[in-house]
């Protein structure tokens, strides 16, 4: 069965960088669009980044354009974020996410489309 198991988080300052993992398995990785999604206490989970299956086309949330890069090893079954300037309101849990279709690149944003989840991993920033 498919598996996304997400590392990387933890404790940084403002300002710092983080960069999350997401591993994949259970199909073939290089197919499939990989997101990043993230919620807070007692909201919806909501976008933060998606790359397609061509490791080129990507889209980001307006919050963290500029701040935040999405990338993939599709050698190694990889997503990874890479998060620079962290701000207060990145605190969250973030999670990795892929749909159960192939190449499938519409409404990145919506978490409907999504088939597979992680289980998360915490990010808290400090001031």
């Known amino acids: 069965q498919v598996q996304l198991v997400e590392s990387g988080g933890g404790l940084v300052q403002t300002g710092g960088s983080l960069r999350l993992s997401c591993a994949a398995s259970g199909r073939t990785f290089s197919r499939y669009t990989m997101s990043w999604f993230r919620q807070y206490p007692g909201k919806e989970r909501e976008f933060v980044a998606a790359?397609?299956?061509?490791?080129?086309?990507?889209n980001y949330a307006d919050s963290v354009k500029g701040r935040f890069t999405i990338s993939r090893d599709n050698a190694k079954n990889t997503v990874y974020l890479q998060m620079n300037s962290l701000k207060l309101e990145d605190t969250a849990v973030y999670y990795c996410?892929?749909?159960?279709?192939?190449?499938?690149?519409?409404?990145?944003?919506?978490?409907?489309?999504?088939?597979?989840w992680g289980q998360g991993t915490q990010v808290t920033v400090s001031s």
């Open positions: 996410a892929s749909p159960g279709r192939p190449y499938y690149y519409t409404n990145v944003d919506v978490t409907s489309n999504y088939d597979y």
């Open positions: 790359i397609a299956s061509n490791g080129i086309t990507t």
